[in-house]
């Protein structure tokens, strides 16, 4: 049983940036593929990137080219970057982990999820 705690979410002005992060409880996070998704209200829950076991990183098109994922396994934790923030990438953040090959992108693929960190963007 993998446990994930994200950080990080809160309010921030259109264009500006902000860092999340997420924490495990595993000290074998570099075994992991973690992913990122984010669910709006009314919304379907979507990826928005990852990074595989082999430090490949995965970029979903909801937010290609204002993210930039990483992790530091010494810290056991997985960082999402996000950048020139829009009002409609106000959701619900979700960081996930799981041995996962193919369908990085998808929710289903992943037994281990954290809380969320609730983003939003407003002026």
């Known amino acids: 049983q993998v446990q994930l705690v994200e950080s990080g979410g809160g309010l921030v002005h259109p264009g500006e940036s902000l860092r999340l992060s997420c924490t495990t409880s595993t000290s074998r996070l570099g075994y992991y593929t973690v992913a990122w998704f984010r669910q709006a209200p009314g919304k379907e829950r979507e990826g928005v990137s990852a990074?595989?076991?082999?430090?490949?990183?995965w970029y979903g098109d909801s937010m290609k080219g204002r993210n930039t994922v990483a992790r530091d396994i010494a810290k056991n934790t997985a960082y999402l970057n996000l950048y020139s923030l829009k009002p409609e990438d106000t959701a619900v953040y979700y960081c996930?982990?799981?041995?996962?090959?193919?369908?990085?992108?998808?929710?289903?693929?992943?037994?281990?999820w954290g809380q969320g960190a609730q983003v939003t963007v407003s002026s």
């Open positions: 996930a982990a799981d041995h996962v090959d193919s369908g990085i992108m998808s929710p289903d693929n992943y037994r281990y």
């Open positions: 990074i595989s076991a082999s430090d490949s990183p």
